[in-house]
């Protein structure tokens, strides 16, 4: 999705946007652009395509500066191209970045022409810059001018401003996309997240929704949406540079896929004694609230949804507790039927999805007894909005495919059904022992890590696929979609899964010697009825790929194609086991068929848009 950065200092500030827009490179975009201050009037460069494009542009055409704001575009309303690139702007006068969408743009857009503005692009954006230039043209200054023009939007937006007119200030606003204040020394920085700015500072205002914020050099000042004065608290920010960059490795999926046993320690830290998952690791008063819970209810978008069906058997099978899992963009626009009793579950690693937020506000108006976020980002605005919370720890993650994310998910997923299975009066020894079990995850999780070669030589026999089927049963199953999507998200290959038993419904009319087929296969009770449904493909002669359980690989005969083993650890460990050598499948697809693996085509990280 889009990205702003914005500065005001005593410092030639171009190079910390650029470094900035490089940084928020990984939330995927299509067009970038700058506009800096200069005497008596804004300087722009806009570039279609990558930040590199327009670092081109600048050093073929430098502008220098001490207060500006920049962006990377990801296109909504108008093509990827210059034109629609930002900084929009109104003459040379003011400059305008935005993220997010505005609804009512074409009735502003007619009435703004009908006054005489005239458009050069297609973007929903410019009309904003129209309207503010408007308001400070009736006298208003940027401050106040702003306040009044987001009064006429609808949608979602975070902005920076600039004017030509007031030299050294930059203003920013939220309303539904994410954006934090930095605090420099003597200089203040904007920006969607903080990791284009931890370079320069540690030290960030999370703005909160509604809030407009004046910035420059010296000072910042803010008002809520009531346009009163307020004060909102700075934090100290413990991101390092080193958790940012790609160190060693070819790529940010290919590290982040490599922290995975770190990431799920981490994520467990803390979390559990020896023989129980601790109390009140949800929040304040946690223990309370889910110990009345009877059903649960998951709610989440791609992969945090598959993390989400993944936890609806492992609930109903240790817990004994009922669970729904839905897609976010479905559930909001539903009226539910809220039961007696029921927890509400949003899973996000941005804990900025447009449609997981929704869903969460949408919930508590519905009646659940509680909103539990699951979430990678603190300060995002879904942990702001939830009543409880439990953060995976995976650190952050810049390759817009999820891996360590999914995986701490499922990890922070388990903790949750493990605490309710005990609430619920699980039998203790069969509870003790998936605890137990969960404190040797990352062990086999870099176990796991050691098929990468494996991966490697097999990913060759599929560069010129463009199709592949993926099967699993019961707690499987959302990994077979899980590993599909990555495959199709990284390397464009068509991939879809299919729970094994439905194959023989339609999918096998797929099947012939050119189709691969991917079947997850796991030490369980469903593992006979799993083979009979890969007897069916390997008689269609599919070119047939089984990813086991180590104890079950003898079950497998040649007939059954490539079969690779691994310890997977039991019903608890293994979905979250499987998923290492799918992901490990993508990565290496993707790479030798030469696509932009952290960054694949159309897509964003942080989906802040409906
Ligand atoms: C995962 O590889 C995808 N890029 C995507 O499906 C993602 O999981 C989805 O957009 C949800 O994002 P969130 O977890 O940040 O809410």
Redesign the pocket.
Known sequence: MCGIVAAAARRNIRDILMVGLYALEYRGYDSAGIALQQDGFLARQRAAGKVKELEALLEASPIDGHCGISHTRWATHGKPNTQNAHPQTAGDQLALVHNGIIENHAALRNELRESGCEFNSDTDTEVMVHLIAQLMGSGLDLFAAVRKAIGRLRGAFAIAVVSAVEPGVVVGARRGSPLVLGIGDGEHFLASDVYPLIAETTRFVYLEEGDVVALNADDYEIRNESDELVTRPVKEVEVTIDAVERGDYNHYMQKEIFEQPQAVAETLEGRLSASRVLPNIFGVGAEEVLGKICQVHIV??????HAGLVARYQMEQLAGIPCRVEIASEYRYRRPVVTDDTLFVV???????AD?LAALKHARQAGYTATLAIC?VAESS?VREAELVLMTRAGPEIG????K??TTQLVALQLLVLELARLNGVDETRYAGYVADLNHLPELLNQALGLDAEFEALAAAFIEKEDALFLGRGSHYPIAMEGA??LK?ISYIHAEAYAAGELKHGPLALVDEKMPVFAVAPDNTLLEKLISNIEEVSARGGELYVIADSKVVSSFGQRHGHIMGLDTGGPLLSPVVMTIPLQLLAYHVAVQRGTNVDQPRN?A???TVE
């Open positions: 989440a978008c791609g992969t945090s949804y899973i996000s690693q941005s804990g900025e999805t997981t990678n879904i817009v495919a999820s891996t994310a999914f999507l990555k998200e897509l990280k942080s989906v």
